[in-house]
C-alpha cells in the first residue's frame, strides 16, 4: 500500500508562486507514474498534471500548461508541482495521486486510472 502526503498549500496574492510537495511511503514510489488533480468549491474534481516513472514524459492541463511544472526526485519519494503565475482561478484543493504500473513510459491524465491518493492541500489564490 501506498501512503501520500500533500504539503506546500497556502495563501498567495495573484501572480505569485507556491510549491506543493507529495512524500510517498511505501516500496517502488520509483517505479510508479503520478499525478496532480485539485477540486475548487462547487466543481469536480479535475486534472492538473502528470509525470511518467523517470520523469521524461509530462501532461498538463491547457489551464496550467506554462504556468505549471510537474517533477520528482525519487530518491526523496517525491513528487513537486510548482505553480507559477497564480490566478484567483487556481484555487483549490490539490491532491497527488499515483498509478502503480511500473515503468510505464507515459502518463496518465484521468482520475479514474489512480488507485491512491493524498487527503490534499489547500491552495488560496487572492486577487
Known amino acids: 500500500q501506498v501512503q501520500l502526503v500533500e504539503s506546500g498549500g497556502g495563501l498567495v496574492q495573484a501572480g505569485g508562486s507556491l510549491r506543493l510537495s507529495c512524500a510517498a511511503s511505501?516500496?517502488?514510489?520509483?517505479?510508479?507514474?503520478m499525478g496532480w488533480f485539485r477540486r475548487a468549491p462547487g466543481k469536480e474534481r479535475e486534472f492538473v498534471a502528470a509525470i511518467s516513472w523517470n520523469g521524461a514524459s509530462t501532461s498538463y492541463a491547457d489551464s496550467v500548461k506554462g504556468r505549471f511544472t510537474i517533477s520528482r526526485d525519487n530518491a526523496k519519494n517525491t513528487v513537486y508541482l510548482q505553480m507559477d503565475s497564480l490566478k484567483p482561478e487556481d484555487t483549490a484543493v490539490y491532491c497527488c495521486a499515483v498509478k502503480r504500473l511500473q515503468y510505464y513510459s507515459g502518463t496518465y491524465n484521468y482520475q479514474n486510472d489512480y488507485e491512491y491518493w493524498g487527503q490534499g492541500t489547500q491552495v488560496t489564490v487572492s486577487s
Open positions: 511505501g516500496r517502488s514510489f520509483s517505479t510508479y507514474s
